[in-house]
C-alpha cells in the first residue's frame, strides 16, 4: 500500500485521513470483514461522498470514523487521524471530548434520532453543556439561534420530536451537528426515510451552512445520483473495499468501475430519452469469505480470468482512480 | 394543560362509577360465602342458644333477610359516609377500626413499595447498563432466589432466623409493648425495629419482578438509535444512562408503581399474618373468620376506592412524563 491512493490535495488543509483502515465483525459464524483496506482523506470545507449497496460497509466506515464502534465490531489496523492525531486506540474519555466537539454524525433514521421524551432545545443544549462551560439557559439561547441556521424557527426548540416532520426532525439533528463548529460532519444516509423534495432541501442546506462554516461533509448514501448532483468527489465501496475514487463530474461522465457504471444504470435519469434500468444481478460477497481477487467478478459482464484470481490493483487516472484489471497498464501511477 | 376539563370529568364520572360497582360487589361478596355472622359470634362466645343468636341477629340489623332492604340501608348509609358497626368488636364503627390500622398497614407496605421499585429500578438500570456485569449477574440472580421462594415460608424463616434465634427484631406486632413514658425518638425506633422483618420479606420477594421490567426496558432503549446519538454528541456515560436510558424506559414501569400504591391500603395479609402486624390485612382477615360484613365491606371499599384514585392519578401524571401522551 504505502503509496497515496488520493491524488489530490495538498497536505495542510486534510482533517481527516483514513488509512489502510480494517473493521471486523467478530460474530459467532466467524469473522465478518466489513471493511478492508479503507485509505482517503477529506480536507477543509469538502463534500466527499462515499456510495455503494446495502452491507458494502459504508456504514461501518462512517461509525468507525466518529470512534462509535463497539463489540462485535472491532478496527483490526489502520489509522483515522482527525488533525493529525490518531483516533485509533484513544480512550473512551478522550474520545468523548472529540466526539461532537471535533467531529459530529448525523444518523441514518431521520424518525428516530432524538430521545421522544426531551425537548429538542434540550437535546441540543445537552450536546453544548456536554463541551462547554455554560448554563442550561444560554444553551438553549444557543440552541434556538442554531434552528434558526438551518431554517427552522426558534420556538421549534420546545417542541418534543413527534410534533414534527422526519424532515425537521433531520434539520434539527443538523442543527445539533453544528453546535459546536466540528472540523467534520459525518451524514450516514441523512435522508433514507424522507421524500426526495425534503432530501433536496436538507442537501442544499448542508452545502450552504459548508459555505458559511467551512466544515468537511463525509456523506454516506446507497443513491450514486444524489452524490453527483450534492459533493465534490465520490468514493465507491464495493465488499468492504473502495474500487473507485473521482470527481463528481468524473463519475458520471467516466464511471472506470463496471460496478460504479452498474450503479449508474440502475437508476433512472431525470432528463433525456427513456432507457431500460438495469438491476446487477446477483449477490455481494459474502465477507465471512473475502473473495480472494475481485469482489464485483461473479456480477461483472467484463470479469476475466484473473479478476477472481487477484485483486486489481489501484489504478490512478489523473483525478480519478479505480481497482480494476480492466484499466492495468492504462494507469499512470 | 394536556387535558380539557371534560376529559377530566369524564375521568371522574367513570372512577365514581367504578367505586360504586366495587361497593355493590363488597355488599354481595361476604353474603355469598355462606354461614351466619350472628351464628359465627354466638359459637365463639359458647353462648349459642338460638335465642341469643336471634338476639344478635336483630342487634346487628339482619332480621330482614331481604338483601334488596340491606343494601339499601347499605348504600343509605355509605353515601352518609357511615361504614357500619363492626359486629365482631361491637359497637365500634368500622370505620375507627379501619383508621386504626391503617397507619400501620401504610407504614409497612408503602415503605415495602418505595424501597422495592427503588431497588428493581436501579438494578435493572445498571444490570441493563452494564449488560452480563457483575450488577446484572448478581442482582438477577438473587432477586430471582427469593422472588422462586413461597413468600409465607420466607416471612416464617425471617422471624426464625433473625426473630427467635438470634433475637435480633421482635417477633411480632408494629410496636413496643409498652409504649408510655417513650420519647419520640425511642418511639420510632421501636417501631422502626419492630418494620424491619415485614418490610424486608416484602422487598425480598417483590423486587425481582421491577428489576426485570425495568431492564428489559431499559434493553430496548438502549438498542434505541437516539441512544446513539446521545453517545455521538459527548455526553457523559451518567447523563446517557439516566436522562436518555432510564428517562425513557422507566415509562412502562411508573403504571406499574402506582397501581402498587393503591394496593398499599388493602395491607399485605400474609406478612401481616405471619408477624401478628395489626394492619388491614390481618383485620380483614379476622374479619372474613367472623363474617363481620361491615368490616370486609369497609375494608375491601377503602381497597377499591384508593386503587380507582391511583389509577386516576397515574392518568394524570403520565402525559406530564411522556410528552407523546395526551388526555382529550
Known amino acids: 500500500m504505502g503509496v497515496a491512493r488520493t491524488a489530490e490535495g495538498s497536505e495542510r488543509d486534510t482533517v481527516l485521513r483514513v488509512q489502510g483502515l480494517d473493521v471486523d465483525y467478530l460474530t459467532e459464524r466467524g469473522v465478518v470483514a466489513a471493511v478492508r483496506d479503507m485509505t482517503f482523506s477529506l480536507r477543509a470545507g469538502e463534500i466527499v461522498g462515499i456510495a455503494g449497496e446495502s452491507g458494502c460497509g459504508k456504514s461501518t466506515l462512517a461509525h468507525a470514523v466518529c470512534g462509535l464502534l463497539h463489540p462485535p465490531a472491532r478496527i483490526r489496523q489502520g489509522r483515522i487521524e482527525l488533525g493529525g492525531q490518531d483516533l485509533v486506540g484513544l480512550s473512551e474519555r478522550a474520545m468523548r471530548s472529540i466526539r461532537w466537539e471535533r467531529i459530529a454524525i448525523v444518523p441514518q433514521s431521520a424518525m428516530n434520532n432524538l430521545s421522544p421524551v426531551l425537548r429538542i432545545g434540550d437535546q441540543i443544549a445537552d450536546a453544548i453543556l456536554a463541551h462547554r462551560p455554560s448554563t442550561r439557559p444560554q444553551a438553549r439561547e444557543k440552541a434556538r439561534a442554531l434552528l434558526q441556521m438551518v431554517g427552522m424557527l426558534g420556538h421549534h426548540a420546545a417542541s418534543y420530536p413527534h410534533e414534527l416532520s422526519g424532515g425537521m426532525r433531520q434539520r434539527a439533528v443538523i442543527a445539533m451537528a453544528l453546535a459546536l463548529h466540528p472540523e467534520v460532519l459525518v451524514l450516514d444516509e441523512p435522508t433514507t426515510a424522507l421524500d426526495v423534495m425534503v432530501q433536496a432541501t436538507i442537501l442544499g442546506a448542508i452545502r450552504d451552512l459548508r459555505d458559511q462554516l467551512g466544515f468537511a461533509v463525509l456523506l454516506i448514501t446507497h443513491d450514486l445520483p444524489l452524490l453527483l448532483q450534492t459533493v465534490d468527489r465520490i468514493l465507491v465501496m464495493y465488499g468492504g473495499r473502495l474500487v473507485e475514487s473521482g470527481s463528481a463530474d468524473g463519475i458520471w461522465r467516466r464511471p472506470r468501475h463496471p460496478y460504479t457504471q452498474a450503479l449508474l444504470e440502475a437508476f433512472p435519469p431525470l432528463t433525456g430519452p427513456r432507457r431500460r434500468l438495469n438491476a446487477i444481478q446477483g449477490l455481494p460477497p459474502n465477507l465471512l469469505q473475502p473473495p480472494v481477487g475481485c469482489g464485483f467478478a461473479p456480477r461483472c459482464p467484463l470479469t476475466m480470468d484473473r479478476c477472481e484470481e487477484q485483486r486489481p490493483p489501484w489504478t490512478i487516472q489523473g483525478d480519478a482512480a479505480a481497482a480494476c484489471w480492466r484499466l492495468d497498464g492504462e494507469g499512470e501511477a | ?328
Do not use: C
Open chain 2, 1 to 328: 394543560m394536556r387535558y380539557s376539563a371534560r376529559y377530566l370529568a369524564k375521568r371522574v364520572g367513570f372512577a365514581l362509577l367504578t367505586i360504586y360497582l366495587a361497593a355493590t360487589a363488597d355488599f354481595l361478596l361476604p353474603r355469598l360465602m355462606g354461614g351466619n355472622p350472628a351464628q359465627a359470634l354466638a359459637s365463639s362466645t359458647g353462648l349459642a342458644s338460638p335465642a341469643t343468636v336471634a338476639a344478635i341477629t336483630k342487634q346487628f340489623g339482619l332480621s330482614n333477610p331481604n338483601w334488596g332492604y340491606q343494601y339499601g340501608l347499605y348504600l343509605w348509609q355509605l353515601v352518609h359516609g357511615n361504614l357500619g358497626i363492626s359486629y365482631e368488636y361491637y359497637p365500634s364503627p368500622v370505620s375507627t377500626i379501619l383508621l386504626r390500622a391503617l397507619p400501620y398497614t401504610v407504614a409497612l407496605v408503602l415503605s415495602a413499595t418505595v424501597i422495592s421499585f427503588a431497588v428493581g429500578w436501579t438494578l435493572g438500570m445498571i444490570g441493563a447498563w452494564r449488560r452480563g456485569g457483575w450488577v446484572d449477574q448478581v442482582g438477577v440472580s438473587i432477586a430471582f432466589g427469593f422472588y422462586a421462594v413461597p413468600y409465607f415460608w420466607l416471612a416464617m424463616m425471617l422471624v426464625f432466623v433473625f426473630a427467635f434465634l438470634l433475637g435480633w427484631f421482635p417477633m411480632g406486632h408494629a410496636l413496643p409493648s409498652s409504649i408510655t413514658g417513650l420519647t419520640p425518638w425511642q418511639w420510632i425506633a421501636g417501631a422502626v425495629r419492630h418494620g424491619i422483618l415485614p418490610v424486608t420479606s416484602l422487598v425480598l420477594t417483590s423486587t425481582a419482578g421491577h428489576l426485570l421490567l425495568m431492564r428489559n426496558n431499559m434493553l430496548t432503549v438502549l438498542s434505541d438509535d437516539y441512544m446513539q446519538l446521545a453517545r455521538a454528541k459527548g455526553l457523559k456515560p451518567f447523563s446517557l444512562m439516566f436522562r436518555y436510558a432510564a428517562r425513557a424506559a422507566m415509562l412502562p414501569s411508573f403504571t406499574g408503581l402506582m397501581l402498587s400504591l393503591g394496593n398499599v391500603v388493602g395491607g399485605a395479609v400474609v406478612t401481616e399474618i405471619v408477624f401478628s402486624y395489626p394492619g388491614i390485612g390481618l383485620a380483614t382477615y379476622n374479619a372474613i373468620l367472623s363474617h363481620d360484613y361491615p368490616m370486609i365491606q369497609g375494608a375491601f371499599l377503602m381497597l377499591a376506592v384508593a386503587v380507582v384514585a391511583a389509577n386516576l392519578l397515574a392518568d394524570l401524571i403520565y402525559p406530564l412524563l411522556d410528552p407523546r401522551v395526551t388526555l382529550q
